[in-house]
């Protein structure tokens, strides 16, 4: 009966010491990071990035989640570089690019590399520039020298325009007063 008593013990004893490595490891794994699969967010305007994040998933537990985020004052997202892809003209909206840099140190990563970064580009629209309008200012025709009416022209893109608001364009033609003969200018 006693043995059978010390046998009872040593099984639970056992069970009890087999379990103990499972209750302190269960759920713990090293993270292997999807580093080709970032989800990113991006708040960005023509003046710059506003906020982003950047989600990297666990490839061995998809509820494993390791977000890094831009906001003024806390980067773990970099701005790598910010180009305007298109130039905006007077009326037509131009488009910049940004290329922002979420990165992963030794910290997150386990093997070889001990530092990865997960790039996106972003890319936001910009507005027309508008017209820039300067006023040039009438001047009377002689017979050896034409003149011109006084108009608005833009700085930008040089079109001519009857107001100052650029709402009524004129061809730089139609401003010009052609040279007056001698008959015209004695009448």
Same mark, same amino acid.
């Given at each position: 009966?006693? !043995?059978?008593?010390? =046998? !009872? ?8 010491? #087999? ?11 090293t ?9 990113w ?6 003046? /710059? *990035?506003?906020?982003?994040? &950047?989600?990297? *998933?666990? =490839?061995? $537990?998809?509820?494993?989640? =390791?977000?890094?985020?831009?906001? $003024? !004052?806390e ?6 570089? !910010? #180009?305007? *892809?298109? /130039? ?22 386990? /093997?070889? &590399? ?40 833009? #700085? ?8 100052e ?5 004129i ?11 001698? #008959?015209?200018?004695?009448?």
């Amino acid at each position: 009966m006693r !043995s059978r008593r010390v =046998l !009872s013990v040593f099984l639970t004893l056992c069970l009890l010491l #087999s379990a103990v490595p499972l209750t302190v490891f269960a759920g713990a794994h090293t993270h292997r990071w999807d580093l080709d699969h970032v989800r990113w967010i991006i708040d960005a305007d023509k003046d /710059g *990035v506003n906020a982003a994040t &950047a989600t990297f *998933v666990c =490839l061995d $537990d998809y509820s494993h989640e =390791l977000v890094k985020t831009y906001e $003024d !004052s806390e980067a773990e997202i970099e701005i790598v570089t !910010s #180009s305007v *892809v298109t /130039g905006a003209s007077c009326t037509s909206a131009g488009e910049k690019q940004f290329v922002l840099a979420a990165i992963l140190d030794e910290e997150y990563i386990s /093997g070889e &590399a001990a530092h990865y970064e997960a790039t996106t580009r972003y890319n936001v629209p910009t507005a027309p520039l508008g017209h820039d309008p300067e006023y040039v200012p009438a001047v009377e025709a002689t017979t050896s020298e034409e003149g011109n009416i006084g108009y608005w022209q833009c #700085s930008r893109c040089s079109k001519c325009f009857s107001d100052e608001n650029c709402t009524a364009e004129i061809t730089p033609e139609s401003t010009v007063i052609p040279v007056r003969s001698e #008959s015209e200018v004695y009448t």
